[in-house]
Structures are given as C-alpha cells and as structure tokens.
C-alpha cells in the first residue's frame, strides 16, 4: 500500500556533502515518524535520524552537528542532508516510515525503502 524510493546516494570525499531523499507514496492517511537508518558491512544497523510528526529530531551521537533531517509533508517526502562527511560514515542507508494507511488509520505500520549507497573515501 506504501512505497519509499530513496535516491541521492553516492561517493564522495573526506569532508564533502551528499542529501539524500525519500519519497513516499500510496495509501498515507498519515506519516507519523520518518528516519534514516544505516548499515555499513559486517556491522550493525542503526538509527541515524529520526523526524516525529510534532516536528522533534533525534539524532546519533556519530552525527550530530553534521547530518540534518527535514520533511516535506506537502510532498511526502523527506531528506537527509550530510555534511563533513567521514570515511566512517560509509554505508547503506534506508529510509523509513511510520504510515497510518486508509483502512487501518489507527495503527501505524512500518515500510522501508530499498536503500542507497554512500561511500567516503579518505
């Protein structure tokens, strides 16, 4: 019922900048919280940002001070800007969202996007 394609990723410098953006589209009644996770190889998955409807932000403490999430509610989209980036920050990074679809607009569901590459090389 819900779709998120992400698109943005890519390799980049030491210090350098990528935005990545999620978009999403189907059934929404409502989008309740969006985030960005990540995964780098062998390692585990873990929350990056995340944008709640009443307009909180939390981020990883690996980030903070670089990486900024908005969203575009008019759009259904949201994004994920990435400055100074690190060699560290090297991973697979997904999107996510809570959705209320129309037939079940009192239970949140979960959806994921397929994923894209950024790669920071020193």
């Known amino acids: 019922q819900v779709q998120l394609l992400e698109s943005g990723g890519g390799r980049v410098q030491a210090g350098g900048s990528l935005r990545l953006s999620c978009v999403a589209s189907?059934?929404?009644?409502?989008?309740?919280?969006w985030a960005w996770y990540r995964q780098a190889p062998g390692e585990q998955q873990e929350l990056v940002a995340e944008?709640?409807?009443?307009?909180?932000?939390n981020y990883a403490d690996s980030v903070k001070g670089r990486f900024t999430i908005s969203r575009d509610n008019d759009q259904n989209t949201m994004y994920l800007q990435m400055d100074t980036l690190r060699p560290e920050d090297t991973a697979v990074y997904y999107c996510?969202?809570?959705?209320?679809?129309?037939?079940?607009?009192?239970?949140?569901?979960?959806?994921w996007g397929q994923g894209t590459q950024v790669t920071v090389s020193s």
């Open positions: 944008s709640t409807s009443g307009g909180t932000s």
């Open positions: 189907g059934s929404i009644y409502r989008i309740n919280t």
């Open positions: 996510y969202a809570d959705v209320s679809v129309y037939g079940y607009q009192y239970n949140g569901k979960d959806y």
